[in-house]
């Protein structure tokens, strides 16, 4: 199976920018589709972003579509999703997620693989 490892969370004000970076191993990651989720303290586990197996498509849940992008680069085995004007409503853990096949799915237990998350706290 492979493995996905995220870094980039941290601290940030509101306003601010983070980029996360998810690492995996094990098996390349251009067979799957990718995807970024997120959980805050007490609430499910949220969809937050996707993309498609090459690179071409994403997805975007509306209340972040115009801030985040995700991307991808398979010769690095790498999933990144740079976060802009970041709110305080979106602290949470953020987890990277892959799955096979090639739709760009929205609910997380169509997802096979994830990671441990990283933190994200945005502060007022």
């Known amino acids: 199976q492979v493995q996905l490892v995220e870094s980039g969370g941290g601290l940030v004000q509101a306003g601010g920018s983070l980029r996360l970076s998810c690492a995996a191993s094990g098996r390349t990651i251009g067979t799957y589709v990718m995807a970024w989720f997120r959980q805050a303290p007490g609430k499910e586990r949220e969809f937050v972003a996707a993309i498609s197996r090459g690179g071409g498509s994403s997805n975007y849940a509306d209340s972040v579509k115009g801030r985040f992008t995700i991307s991808r680069d398979n010769a690095k085995n790498t999933v990144y999703l740079q976060m802009n004007n970041l709110n305080p409503e979106e602290t949470a853990v953020y987890y990277c997620?892959?799955?096979?096949?090639?739709?760009?799915?929205?609910?997380?237990?169509?997802?096979?693989?994830w990671g441990q998350g990283t933190q994200v706290t945005v502060s007022s």
């Open positions: 997620a892959a799955r096979n096949g090639e739709v760009l799915l929205r609910i997380a237990s169509s997802y096979d693989y």
